[in-house]
């Protein structure tokens, strides 16, 4: 504002604020940038990139946008209209105690939450620590050999159980048990799972009916959903000498008081470490726990974390036996797992670092006094218990009465889990305090019950009553480790999580210009709301009147994602963008099933799909059929003919991804979409790259039935390290009818009966919030400018690095969508530099690195994003191009190939302080040109020995000692 003229308030007021916080580049840049690729404007940039027949002539119908201020005060009135309630609904999600120092500094903090997956250990290791923390717990309290890091939720882990029994059993049956004590959402699951991977699921007392069905597994849940401690010692030995496999449902907390599952035997046990500091948040984000007999821990699915040792022999962390994984096996994988709930289960991980074994014991065991006391108190009134055994929870028969108790709980601010007939249930947890259950008391028993609950817990001590039978009282320890014992002070634990975060490069250090990821800003604005307790502390099956501010916020955001994708409705039930391609898949073989066409089982997917992919394919039964890609990456447009008529009569489906892997938009891609539909395939859209389409195109309007969204990449939920996610699916509406509902709290708009594919009837809900508030604070305009951005910075890097690199692939004019993709092959090939190498050397410049060697091996792939700035894309640019020059040292021999800055890859303090004789200087080695010294980041080791830490795969933490 040059001129000095007095302006009104509404010029005062910046409406597009958020606009202009959210993107990186301001209007001088735009123009700079544009100037640079020698276009004239961002309209004949979108015209040059995006194929005519698809572009949107018309702005979203969205409202504008709103600031920070306002759209949070919008969402608050939302969310005054949730009832937080004192919940004994249990059924494996309870209310915690989040400790502050955790919430604050972990669940609440950037450092954490906008970390990537751990891929680049060097630069990772602050993470993978407090991800072998949760493995080694998860160890300690099954009581198994091995624990992964992670999964979605308990009823897929489940699901997942249940597949690994599969492939690990010889037995020819396709028959597999679950016992009636199983939750019933948990059920749910394993019914969509089990059709369409074509196993018969039997359902019953596993204890009395198992031994007359030949199965290769069985799933029971100890303590069971109505708290029974059951007897599972032997059926676990009947199952074996059917050659079953068993797998064991449990809670953690449970096992801090329980004999422990591996103990026993079982097979494969599974839970939801929710409780232990991670609020229950609607349903999710929560991580859930999968562990395994050792035998079985190279067909575990998900993430696992090995320890292995960097180049100078220095223990160092890393991701162990990837190539089992979806990105390398494909339909072979052993699941789909990507985004798997790093955040969360760090967050668990912590709660017991903090309070370390003796701590959680206590809490365990007044969980469990306040169920004895109640459950004492009630016997004493009269009350029928259905359970004689327990941990902490109790199932009531109520009679006549049980209507009316339960209205006057509801009345007093307490929901009870409601059992069908005459039954409640009742499970207590850390938050229950003595005035609750007095109040719990007065509801059950009536106002003058009389109960003197400091008698009774003394009744409790001194007669022993716990509700555990004698047999299934623990007796091993756990949790001995160091790292379980050494933090309890809040000052330690403090720099404990400051000690590993500082290790981690993050979106606080630079950018993570990640291909397909799209790690854009997470704002602060848009993450406040997750914490909010009105949205924190709502159980997933609390009554539907407690939760109207969160329906009515998911549905304005469904509404907004049908407005943005152009598909008729929408399913907020997937966790992760692999679960929705999943959940995706179900729908479209439901709905052939639907016209009788359940034959249809043929899955077209091009060479250069994402191996979720072909992955989630293989777990709806479709055979893959692979289609080539041509050498400008688009799909062989004659090959997918070809093959789409080849398998006519049996084309389920095709997956394709749009813009392409390859960071094209594809001319022909509504061609594919009429082949596929010509021969009665539907056309399932992966949208990861739906960065690239908002506000210019809409997938469900150029011919996709249905696609999934990665919140965690287009819609500002951070990545967690590795999760939380959210991957709801759009479809178009002849296939509305098939999308899943849930058992116990039916999803609006959904068709009842339709199984679940997630826990929760709205996933991962908790973390919604963060996509309302950035679409609210966007609005049309915003929205439709961060596409324009995410592309114009694509493409002014792709001109940037051209002139170094061979930029492969590109749109008909010359333009890149929002990602591109370097070959390093050439370069290989003259000085044996590999992509790899970049990638550790772009750390010694305060770089993530781009993706390696997806979709193309020996290639990287660099998506910026619209919220980096010029100067921050210039100074990747910079070091990309410092970077080459460096490699043609080494081309020309001037470096040694086996001794130069690459090869050696990241450096670290150490470098500096050792013994130094490498032919370039430590000055080059760390402070490579460029980087300043006050903002150098340090990788905490050097290069990290893959194949050594699979050779000898260890993934529990090493003794301190090791560390030294
Ligand atoms: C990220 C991604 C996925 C998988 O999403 P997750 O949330 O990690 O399961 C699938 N396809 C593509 C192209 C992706 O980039």
Redesign the pocket.
């Known amino acids: 504002m040059k001129n000095s003229a007095p302006h009104s308030l509404h010029t005062l007021e910046q409406h597009d604020d958020f606009i202009v916080r959210h993107n990186g580049p301001g209007e001088a840049d735009v123009q700079t940038m544009l100037s640079a690729i020698g276009l004239e404007s961002l309209d004949e940039l979108v015209q040059k990139t995006v194929p005519e027949n698809i572009l949107l002539d018309e702005p979203l119908a969205l409202e504008s946008a709103c600031s920070e201020q306002d759209a949070l005060s919008r969402l608050k009135e939302m969310a005054a209209d949730n009832t937080v309630a004192t919940s004994y609904i249990g059924m494996g999600y309870y209310d915690t105690v989040v400790p502050p120092v955790i919430l604050r500094n972990v669940l609440e903090n950037p450092g954490w939450y906008t970390a990537y997956t751990p891929y680049q250990p060097e630069i990772s290791q602050g993470r993978l620590e407090a991800l072998l923390n949760y493995q080694q717990m998860v160890t300690d309290l099954t009581g198994m050999d091995i624990a992964n890091a992670s999964l979605l939720d308990e009823a897929t882990a489940a699901a997942e159980a249940m597949a690994l029994c599969k492939r690990s059993n010889r037995l020819k049956t396709n028959a597999f048990f679950v016992d009636n004590a199983v939750h019933p959402q948990t059920l749910d699951v394993l019914k969509t799972r089990a059709h369409y991977f074509g196993y018969e699921l039997i359902i019953g007392d596993a204890a009395s009916e198992m031994k007359n069905h030949e199965v290769f597994g069985v799933l029971v849940q100890y303590p069971g959903t109505t708290g029974d401690v059951c007897d599972i010692e032997p059926l676990i030995e009947q199952a074996h000498e059917q050659k079953a496999l068993v797998c064991v449902a449990t809670d953690l907390m449970s096992l801090l008081l329980l004999k422990a599952p591996g103990e026993m035997g079982a097979d494969v046990v599974l839970g939801s470490a929710q409780r232990f500091g991670v609020p229950m948040g609607f349903g999710g984000p929560h991580a859930a726990f999968f562990a395994v007999r050792d035998k079985f821990k190279r067909t575990m699915p998900g993430r696992l974390i090995g320890v292995s040792v960097d180049n100078k022999g220095d223990t160092a962390l890393r991701m162990a036996l990837q190539t089992r994984e979806q990105h390398i096996r494909r339909d072979k994988a052993t699941s789909n797992i990507?985004?798997a709930q790093a955040l969360l289960a760090n967050m668990a991980s912590f709660y017991a670092v903090y309070h370390g074994p003796v701590r959680l014991k206590q809490i365990a065991q007044r969980i469990n006094r306040m169920t004895s006391v109640v459950a004492t108190a009630l016997k004493q009134k009269g009350v029928e218990l259905l359970n004689d055994t327990w941990f902490d929870t109790l199932t009531l028969k109520l009679g006549e009465q049980r209507n009316e108790i339960y209205q006057s709980a509801l009345a007093s601010g307490i929901n009870l889990r409601l059992l069908d007939d005459d039954k409640v249930g009742l499970s207590f947890d850390e938050r229950k305090t003595r005035a609750d259950l007095i109040l719990l008391l007065e509801v059950l028993l009536g106002e003058d019950h009389s109960v003197d609950i400091e008698a009774l817990d003394s009744e409790c001590v001194a007669e022993g009553i716990t509700g555990i039978p004698a047999a299934y009282v623990r007796d091993t320890d756990y949790l001995t480790h160091e790292v379980f014992n050494s933090y309890h002070s809040e000052t330690e634990m403090l720099r404990y999580l400051k000690r590993l975060e500082n290790k981690d490069f993050s979106l606080t250090h630079g950018m993570i210009p990640l291909g397909?990821?799209t790690m854009k800003l997470n704002a602060t604005s848009e993450m406040l709301p997750v914490t909010w307790p009105e949205f924190a502390d709502i159980h997933p099956f609390a009554p539907k009147d407690q939760t109207v501010g969160y329906r009515r916020m998911i549905a304005e955001l469904e509404a907004y994602l049908v407005e943005v994708t152009g598909y008729d409705e929408i399913s907020m039930q997937p966790n992760?963008?692999?679960?929705g391609?999943y959940a995706g898949l179900v729908a479209i073989s439901r709905y052939h099933e639907s016209r009788g066409e359940g034959h249809r089982n043929v899955c077209l997917i091009p060479s250069s799909a994402?191996g979720?992919?072909p992955a989630s394919a293989a777990m709806v039964s479709l055979k893959v059929v692979i289609v080539e890609c041509d050498e400008n990456g688009n799909v062989d447009i004659e090959d997918f003919r070809a093959k789409a008529e080849l398998h006519a009569d049996n084309l389920s489906s095709v997956m394709i991804?749009y813009p392409s892997?390859h960071g094209v938009f594809e001319e022909a891609v509504v061609e594919l979409c009429e082949i596929t539909h010509q021969y009665g395939g539907q056309v399932y859209m992966?949208g990861?790259?739906m960065n690239a389409q908002v506000g210019l195109c809409k997938p469900g309007k150029f011919g996709s039935d249905v696609s999934h969204l990665?919140l965690?990449?287009t819609f500002c939920i951070p990545h967690g390290g590795g999760g939380p996610?959210m991957?709801p699916i759009g479809v178009k509406s002849h296939l509305a009818p098939f999308l899943s509902s849930h058992v116990v709290s039916p999803v609006d708009d959904k068709v009842e009966g339709n199984s679940a594919v997630s826990a929760a009837p709205y996933g991962s809900a908790a973390i919604l919030p963060i996509s309302w508030v950035y679409i609210k604070q966007m609005g049309a305009e915003g929205m439709k400018r961060a596409t324009e951005l995410a592309i114009l910075n694509a493409n002014y890097m792709k001109q940037r690095l051209s002139d170094h690199y061979p930029v492969l692939f590109q749109g008909a004019n010359g333009c890149v969508a929002h990602e591109c993709i370097i070959d390093i092959r050439p370069l290989k090939a003259s000085s044996g530099i590999s992509e790899e190498d970049i990638a550790k050397r772009l750390m010694d410049y305060g770089f993530h690195a781009p993706t390696m060697s997806f979709p193309v091996a020996g290639t990287l792939m660099i998506e910026p994003t619209e919220s980096e700035s010029l100067a921050e894309l210039d100074r990747f640019c910079d070091a990309m191009i410092e970077i080459k020059q460096e490699i043609l040292k080494v081309e020309s021999g001037e470096w040694p190939a086996d001794d130069n800055p690459l090869v050696n890859a990241p450096h670290t303090l150490k470098d500096l302080t050792s013994q130094w004789d490498h032919p370039y200087t430590q000055v080059q080695a760390v402070f490579p040109k460029g980087i300043l010294h006050g903002s150098k980041y340090w990788p905490t080791v050097s290069r990290v020995d893959n194949v050594f830490g699979d050779r000898n795969l260890v993934c529990a933490c090493p003794s301190i000692d090791s560390y030294r």
Do not use: I, P, R
């Open positions: 990507c985004t397909s990821c992760s963008g692999a679960q391609e994402h979720t992919n991804t892997t992966d990861a790259n990665n965690h990449k996610g991957g």
